[in-house]
């Protein structure tokens, strides 16, 4: 089967530029999850949905920060403009219907973006 | 936000060793997850433990689970130079969200 598919792998661009990073989640999972992992502030939630609905964007860093999910087969985290300090590994997992909790979460290889 | 902490930092052993990490945590769980993350990649789930257990096993993986003392362990037998990778630990409380510590780096020196 295939896993959680993210792209790019890797993201250099300057700042102030938009960066769009996409996530295909495993097919009949209907949780998704964005987290950011750096080494000064670990693995961080940013953001999930279920069934396509955004439930906990609490985690989202501010207003530049956007994640959309138009459907159960791709989403997307959209940063505009970018900074520096949005410089990480960007996470995508998803996760099968039950309470997500509840459930292991499978990660894709991640985004790697460095903001000049 | 429930968080775990792992304990120690960082292990390093030689092959064959076994390999235990420590996660202690702070409230009420319904479940307990242990992930491994490679250099590089993301995160891989090894095993879960719903808060009515106390032990489980999968492979060369040993879990622990104390909600007394709210703390779990990972025991890895019989080390190999793969094994060599960040480990963490995720409580599950009710809600749908995993909150990962800092995680143990475990070195296995061939």
Redesign the interface.
Known sequence: DAG?IQSPRHEVTEMGQEVTLRCKPISGHD?L?WYRQTMMR??E?LI?F?NNVP??DSGMPEDRFSAKMPNASFSTLKIQPSEPRDSAVY?C?SSPPG????Q???????TRLSIL | SQQGEEDPQALSIQEGENATMNCSYKTSINNLQWYRQNSGRGLVHLILIRSNEREKHSGRLRVTLDTSKKSSSLLITASRAADTASYFCAPATSGSRLTFGEGTQLTVNP
Do not use: E, S, T
């Not at chain 1, 309470?99 to 509840?102: A, R, T």
């Not at chain 1, 292991?104 to 991640?110: A, K, L, N, S, T």
């Open positions: 959680v949780y999850f670990g693995l939630l999930y279920n439930i906990d996470f997992a309470q997500g909790g509840n292991p979460q499978h990660f894709g290889d991640g």
